[in-house]
């Protein structure tokens, strides 16, 4: 797997779901089938760590959404991912109900000075796509209202916002901005839809101010029967985020879970699949399972892995790959050298993409500990943890 195979890019979403390449079809199935059976408004939290995967997980499970509803004509590889949802499917009778879908990077808006401006744009423009805008005055006018509540800005503002970046200034309130909100929303599902799910990624990213006002909006003024929101965030990043808005002492976790009507765990991914997917499954290569040990000793995430194997594949692949290597740990006197590529270099990448108070003291000559620690984890290298380091 190339570093470009991270990028949640449209062909690595459709691709790593039709392939399975990291054994979380089952869990989009799952997920699928559980938004498909809710009939009503839920705002849902899907918690991971940074670098699991979840905008992966979040995308293809908008991508099988949309594989159901006639309204996205232009949806690429639409059989092949309906063929991929029968075998997961199996014997059970589901019927998956056409979804609207909307995915929206609060991240990359959090410039913004109010989030329901860009949220609304950007539900405009998912809309556009399935349909022109130009033809539904209807939706236009009702958008328009609810921006004017913002900005002031008329139809035809609303229509140069799909084109470009809207300014944020004089930003106002209305008294009636939730009632505008609920018939914007109404007027988008007939005939497009019978829900409207939108992701909200990377909200644990965010300024503490704008993640703050992003769910406090969406609690007060979009509450709707058919709608579901679901956030992928890291719940222990986010509640640091909301303790710098509220101070240390504030309790950010039940502060947190007064907007969220469930919170459900990421799955853990098949990492055999994974690391054959990065090329780290490489059969009785000893350098292959030193690296292995070295991301379970870190606990790196997905993307932590990728980064680390890319970094230690460049620096001591040719050294390390030599046949009358493997398995192979019995030096002689001048062959420290490959003691050193086998394991130091690939402890030391990890130290410093993880630990860098210990990776300093290590290279420092002031703490072995982290090698003794490797040593010892690594199956057919114990005696060496019994040297005084």
Known sequence: MKALDLLATEENIYT??????????????????????LDSGNVIALN????EGKTFFVK???LVLEAFNPYYENIEHREEIKKTWEKLRKKQEIEIQPFVTVYYDAWMNDNDEDPVLSLVLAILQEIDGLTSLENERGILDLAGNVLD????????GVLDSLRGTPPLENIKKAKDLESKIAAFF????????????????????CKPDYAIHLLERIKHYFGNERITFIFSLNMDELQHTIRKFYGNDFDACRYLERFFDFRIELPKPDMRRF???IGLENGSWVYESVCKQV??????????????????KTVAYKPTHKEHD???FAFSDGTGRQFCFLCIVPLMIGLNMCDRPRYNKFIQGRDGSPLIELLKIISGLTEYADYEI
């Open 48 to 51: 991971a760590r940074w670098g």
């Open 186 to 205: 109404e007027s988008i599902l007939p005939e497009r839809g019978n829900r409207m799910v939108v992701f909200i990624d990377e909200l644990d990213r």
């Open 275 to 277: 690391y054959d997917g």
């Open 16 to 37: 790593t779901f039709i392939d399975d390449a990291i054994g979380r079809d089952a869990d989009v199935f799952s997920f699928v089938s559980f938004l498909n059976s």
């Open 326 to 328: 493997q398995w192979l």
């Open 149 to 156: 509540c913002f900005t002031g800005r008329t139809v035809k």
């Open 295 to 312: 991301v379970e000793m870190f606990n790196m995430g997905l993307r932590e892995i990728a980064k680390f194997y890319r970094v230690a």
């Open 60 to 62: 293809q499970t908008k």
